[in-house]
Every structure is written in structure tokens, then in C-alpha cells.
């Protein structure tokens, strides 16, 4: 079976599981602006939803595979943390959440039948990540201000090979 007869396959089955919910989609992959500590500092999310006039922010997670490790991570996320933070501070007590909302798709989502898989997770709670949210956008903000004016082959490097290897310029960079 093809990636897209599992993607469609996916879609179908997505639907079937969860069925009606009563959510009303008010946006998708809207961008929101907020300042944050005098910087203005942008969130798109995937999808924000409500129901009984409340709102949650899911955030689509395609992947071929469910365990510990994927849904682990994305507790201490910087996008989870600041979509649980951006949240709460746009909808205040009318904020329902943030939930990750992972659609798995291909053999390894479901084993040798290539059947769909799903499941949606709250990020376990970070306080003190969460706490420090506010911290990291200004850690940010200051790295990108050291690097203004400078030649862009004197950036720091990244160092992870993980992520340098799908960049385009991983070649170049070595």
C-alpha cells in the first residue's frame, strides 16, 4: 500500500474514530501575535476548536510510530509550553487546553497492516518549564541580536546532526 493510500486511509479511519465531538472550528493555522517581554512574538496554531465557549489548541502530529519517546518530548517542547502559555494568557479561564493530536500513519504506526492509528495527549505537566517560557523567548532574542550585522557563516552552529541533516545546506556546511 502507497504513503498516500495510508495518509487517505488515515483520514477516513481519523474519522471514524472520533466522530462528531461538538467542536466548532474557529481557526486554522491562524497566526496569533502577542509582545512578550517588549517582543513581539507570533504563534500559528493548527487548529483551535471550541465547544460550550471554550477553546482548545490542537497541535497535528503525523508520525509513523506511538511510544514513550514521541509523546515524551513534547511535554518540554518550546512550542507546547508556548501554546499552553499563549493560550491561557489569550483565552484566560476560557482556555481549555493544548493537546497534541498525533495521526499515525504507515507500517509503523500500527504495525505489518498499515492500519491507522491515533492518539491524542495533553503534554505531561512542565511547571517549571512553563514558568519559564517568558525566560526563553528573551534567551531568544538576545541570540538573534548577537548576530546581527555579522556574516551569516559566523552564526553559531546548531551541532545536531539530527536536525543539520535534513537542512538544505548540510553539504555546504561541512
Avoid at 493560550?87 to 476560557?94: E, L
Avoid at 495521526?103 to 491524542?120: D, Y
Avoid at 546581527?148 to 556546511?173: H, K, N, T
Amino acid at each position: 500500500m502507497s504513503q498516500l493510500h495510508w495518509a487517505l486511509d488515515a483520514v477516513t479511519e481519523y474519522e471514524t474514530h472520533y466522530g462528531d465531538e461538538g467542536f466548532r472550528v474557529e481557526h486554522v493555522e491562524e497566526e496569533f501575535r502577542a509582545t512578550v517581554a517588549g517582543h513581539l512574538y507570533t504563534m500559528r496554531f493548527d487548529l483551535v476548536v471550541s465547544r460550550r465557549g471554550r477553546f482548545r489548541v490542537f497541535d497535528h502530529k503525523t508520525q509513523s510510530r506511538f511510544d514513550t519517546e514521541t509523546t515524551m518530548a513534547h511535554s518540554m517542547s518550546l512550542q507546547s509550553l508556548a501554546a499552553q502559555t499563549f493560550g491561557a494568557a489569550y483565552w484566560g479561564d476560557k482556555f481549555d487546553g493544548f493537546e497534541i493530536n498525533g495521526i499515525g500513519v504507515g507500517r509503523g504506526a500500527a504495525g505489518k497492516s498499515g492500519e491507522a492509528r491515533f492518539k491524542r495527549r495533553v503534554p505531561d505537566p512542565a511547571p517549571s518549564a512553563l514558568s519559564s517560557v517568558v525566560r526563553m523567548v528573551m534567551d531568544a532574542e538576545a541570540r538573534i541580536a548577537a548576530c546581527a550585522g555579522r556574516d551569516p557563516w559566523e552564526y553559531p552552529r546548531l551541532g545536531d546532526g539530527y536536525i543539520c541533516a535534513r537542512c538544505d545546506f548540510f553539504r555546504l556546511c561541512q
